[in-house]
T-cell receptor
């Protein structure tokens, strides 16, 4: 079983749609969770951290369910510029300092 | 405050040559991580270093690959006797530690011909 699993997609949605990505992780000791965005094989960029209480940043909402070891990202009112690969990222163990494990990524294509 | 600096951006090597990839972390960051991304694949962890110490090298191939982060200067990822299968994008990231995510450099695209 992969440490971080994501549906690779692609998700093809029209502008203005709401789209949700899910991710599961295998290490119950993990403490830090993130969503990164990667455009066209460029460097990944931090989109947002994910907290147990859930957090929102504009059109983006991230949620964490520790019991189910499940992370989600919701994008509302999709823009063309949201087209990218979204990476679910989890730290490898009980320490907050250490390697991050990346999922394969979910590809989103927003169409006009 | 410059971000994570990687050089070169592109590197072409013939089979059997050595490749040296450099990474200067963000100012104030003492943790450096190297990742490899093969074509059409996700990012795979290679090694985690702090100044003068390798903390976790569980993702490094057993042969030909080495990494260092000296007291002075950038972190270096060294690949000896490169083969075609080493062609990939190599990303370096740094962090100050704690709960913060990483900041990535622009990567080095290695092509072995």
């Amino acid at each position: 079983r992969k440490e971080v699993e994501q549906d690779p997609g692609p998700f093809n949605v029209p502008e203005g749609a709401t789209v949700a990505f899910n991710c599961t992780y295998s290490n119950s000791a993990s403490q830090s969770f993130f969503w990164y965005r990667q455009d066209c094989r460029k460097e990944p960029k931090l989109l947002m951290s994910v907290y147990s209480s859930g957090n929102e940043d504009g059109r983006f909402t991230a949620q964490l369910n520790r019991a189910s070891q499940y992370i989600s990202l919701l994008i509302r009112d999709s823009k063309l510029s949201d087209s990218a690969t979204y990476l679910c990222v989890v730290n490898s163990g009980s320490s907050n300092t250490g390697k991050l494990i990346f999922g394969q990524g979910t590809t989103l294509q927003v169409k006009p | 405050n410059a971000g994570v600096m990687q050089n070169p951006r592109h590197l072409v090597r013939r089979r059997g040559q050595e490749a040296r990839l450099r990474c200067s972390p963000m100012k104030g960051h003492s943790h450096v991580y190297w990742y490899r991304q093969l074509p059409e694949e996700g990012l795979k962890f290679m090694v985690y270093l702090q100044k003068e110490n390798i903390i976790d090298e569980s993702g490094m191939p057993k042969e030909r690959f080495s990494a260092e982060f000296p007291k002075e200067g950038p972190s270096i990822l060294r690949i000896q006797q490169v083969v075609r299968g080493d062609s990939a994008a190599y990303f370096c990231a740094s962090s100050p530690g704690g709960r913060d995510g990483y900041t990535f450099g622009s990567g080095t695209r290695l092509t072995v011909v």
